[in-house]
């Protein structure tokens, strides 16, 4: 199956850095979304986007179909933005694939 | 607007035991519906889907079942827990493939 790669695993910011996550995928996709996994589990959409640039507030997302990658941009990060960042997608038919994770810890 | 809702939110079972995991959607018709399991804290991988009543697909071998007895019912079922079962559980529910997913709060499952 595809392989999806996000880096880095790990991040440590300040409040108010900003911060870029990547997703890698070895396959091309029709699906691609970024979520949010709260500290209580709470996976949270941030991104449907299989391709181009949206933005939203001090988040904004680019994904490069062609070049099999996604961007995640964290901006002014608040202590609210901790958790595990996810990109998932669907090369074709009906299976999502996960990523590993990005875990973002914002220290005040 | 739509929300997907999933109980019970934690749960405690031994080795061996029955398992009945719930999750219902409202405000949408004929979802897709999707089972998955993240264990220590990262990687979800997808259990289940269905994309109708009746309708299930199993995406790996396992000890758990799903059923789809409602067009806006999915739960997941073991008739004997083991440890290995233990994680954090996810329902979703999308319009069709290649749309947008959206998840409910989870299930963790601790199987002792």
């Known amino acids: 199956g595809i392989q999806v790669e996000q880096s880095p695993p790990d991040l440590i910011l300040q409040e108010g850095a900003n911060s870029t996550l990547r997703c890698n995928f070895s396959d091309s996709v029709n699906n691609l979304q970024w979520f949010h996994q709260n500290p209580w589990g709470q996976l949270i959409n941030l991104f449907y986007i299989p391709s181009g640039t949206k933005q939203n507030g001090r988040l904004s997302a680019t994904t490069v179909a062609t070049e099999r990658y996604s961007l995640l941009y964290i901006s002014s990060s608040q202590t609210t933005d901790s958790g595990v960042y996810f990109c998932?997608?669907?090369?074709?038919?009906?299976?999502?694939?996960f990523g590993t994770g990005t875990s973002l810890t914002v220290i005040p | 607007s739509q929300t997907i809702h999933q109980w019970p939110a934690t749960l405690v079972q031994p080795v061996g035991s029955p398992l009945s995991l719930e999750c219902t959607v409202e405000?949408?018709?004929?979802?897709?519906l999707y089972w998955y399991r993240q264990a220590a804290g990262r990687g979800l991988q997808l259990l289940f889907y269905?994309?109708?009543?009746?309708?299930i697909s199993s995406e790996v071998p396992q000890n758990l079942s799903a059923s789809r007895p409602q067009d806006r019912q999915f739960i997941l079922s073991s008739k004997k827990l083991l440890l290995s079962d233990s994680g954090f559980y996810l329902c979703?529910?999308?319009?069709?493939?290649?749309?947008?997913?959206?998840f409910g709060p989870g299930t963790r499952l601790t199987v002792t």
């Open positions: 405000g949408t018709s004929n979802p897709n």
């Open positions: 998932a997608v669907e090369p074709t038919g009906n299976q999502f694939y």
């Open positions: 979703a529910w999308s319009v069709g493939f290649s749309y947008e997913q959206y």
């Open positions: 269905s994309v109708g009543i009746g309708q």
